[in-house]
């Protein structure tokens, strides 16, 4: 702790200091100019140190100071001080705490010294308080004080940032505290919305802005988003302009307290009569419906795609990648979309399908185009083919006919057995070119084609070209 800047004549002296100090002789003096504090210097009065009294440890080459002058064991700073010292210790009155720096092998020590005058002037006596302690707190309060001032800086900067932001904004933004649901911020956007005057919505009740059939389910919206994000927007009419809103809010706390933050958007639709039906029959149709950005990632989609998603709102789905819903991992959708950017479109890709959060798996056809500009969006179009494939009657060999019917098998089955499909078309071909050639002479089939007759009755048997029973050779 930094003592009070008092000099010696301020304090109150004993009532009876002759009562007090009678007696007392030089080792008593001692024991008393120690305990005042933690190195005691004796000087004549031209300040050369007499004797010295010290922790050895604490002040290291304090012995070296007997002989040297006062200001000879100071930094160069500190001479002057000891100069004005010297002047002021003739007399108690002038007498105060100066800081001073002694030099020493382990670096500068402050030291705060008191200068008494004794027998008239003709003896000196300094008592003197390590500061070392007290300089270390000094140096982290100092910088304690700084890195507190680096981050109120700092969070000006960032308020200055966000506020702007806030207020240039052309999305009408409300900051609504949860619990009284009244408006704690609003920006210039939100004013124009809700055609109030600037400055006006602070402090106003949410609920109060929109019409009383919309109340109550604003009230449970606003309840819902505090729990939950999986929670869509809802629409509400305003109170004075009777047009409809759009309110999409989020939850969060600060310093305790919960907080939303709402964002609106206008109700009112600007396309024409023909669109809006457009976009109703995509809404309803029975095939599954996606738009993905750039990036393929969902930014809409219909009712028949969030039942392929098992998804109970758009918003569960909206921002994810496609990839996690539609096609096998790394094969389809980069195939399809290096199609859509060749040629704009993709018609009737056999690919799956996979429901949220789940690694089951249903075999669809997607066709999709790609939008031009820099900023492109896929549109994709999905049917299930599920229940068709089921449908379908057993056949007793399930094997491609033909190139074209081998070339459909990729995206449907791996390299592995498209290939080991590819062995059997051409074993099957070659034997029916054989036969046809050896008019169905099955030994001379089976010499031109270099396999023995038993090999040949095999695979007659396995592709199913011929019956073995009675056979002639």
Not at 3 to 23: H, I, K, T, V
Not at 179 to 184: A, F, G, L, P
Not at 274 to 296: H, K, Q
């Amino acid at each position: 702790m930094v003592e009070p800047e008092r000099a010696l004549a301020d304090n109150q002296p004993f009532y009876r200091s002759e009562a007090a100090f009678d007696g007392i002789g030089p080792a008593d003096a001692l024991r008393l100019v120690l305990a005042a504090g933690d190195v005691t210097l004796s000087l004549d009065p031209e300040g050369h140190i007499v004797d010295v009294a010290a922790n050895r440890q604490d002040f290291p080459g304090c012995d070296s100071w007997i002989g040297q002058h006062l200001d000879a064991t100071v930094t160069v700073e500190s001479r002057g001080k000891v100069k004005d010292m010297l002047q002021m210790a003739s007399g108690d009155a002038g007498n105060r705490w100066r800081q001073i720096n002694h030099t020493s092998p382990a670096g500068d020590i402050p030291v705060r010294y008191m200068m008494i005058g004794l027998d008239g002037g003709r003896r000196l006596i300094a008592v003197g308080r390590d500061m070392r302690n007290a300089v270390v707190l000094q140096q982290r309060l100092l910088q304690a004080q700084q890195s507190l001032e680096r981050d109120y800086m700092r969070l000006r900067q960032i308020e200055t940032r966000y506020r702007l932001l806030f207020d240039l904004s052309s999305e009408p933004v409300l900051l609504v505290e949860a619990d009284s649901q009244r408006i704690q911020e609003a920006n210039p956007a939100a004013h124009a919305a809700l055609e109030a005057r600037p400055g006006s919505l602070v402090g106003t009740k949410l609920s109060g802005l929109v019409a009383r059939n919309s109340r109550d389910a604003l009230i449970a919206y606003l309840g819902a988003v505090l729990t939950t994000s999986e929670v869509s927007p809802l629409t509400v009419e305003l109170e004075r302009a009777r047009q409809q809103l759009t309110i999409s809010a989020t939850g969060f706390r600060q310093l305790g307290g919960r907080y939303l933050l709402v964002r609106l958007s206008s109700g009112a639709t600007r396309t024409t009569e023909g669109a809006a039906t457009l976009l109703d029959i995509v809404e309803r149709m029975p095939d599954a419906f996606v738009v993905a950005n750039s990036d393929m990632r969902i930014i809409a989609a219909n009712i028949a795609f969030l039942e392929l998603a098992r998804a109970a709102s758009l918003d569960q789905i909206r921002g994810r990648p496609l990839g996690e819903f539609v096609g096998r991992p790394g094969i389809d959708l980069d195939l399809i979309e290096s199609q859509l950017t060749k040629y704009g479109l993709a018609r009737n890709v056999s690919t799956v399908v996979r429901a949220r959060d789940s690694e089951l798996e249903e075999p669809v056809e997607l066709s999709g185009v790609r939008t031009s500009g820099d900023n492109p969006c896929y549109g994709f179009a999905i049917r299930e083919i599920g229940r068709r494939l089921r449908d379908l009657p057993p056949t007793p060999l399930d094997l491609p006919r033909s190139v074209e019917q081998l070339t459909e098998l990729v995206g449907r089955a791996s390299l592995k057995e498209i290939v080991r499909e590819s062995t059997d078309l051409i074993e099957r071909l070659c034997i029916e070119a054989a036969l046809a050639y050896t008019s169905d002479n099955r030994a001379s089939a089976a010499e031109i084609l270099g396999l023995s007759r038993q090999s040949l009755y095999s695979k007659l048997h396995r592709y199913g070209l011929g019956n073995l029973v009675g056979e002639s050779e």
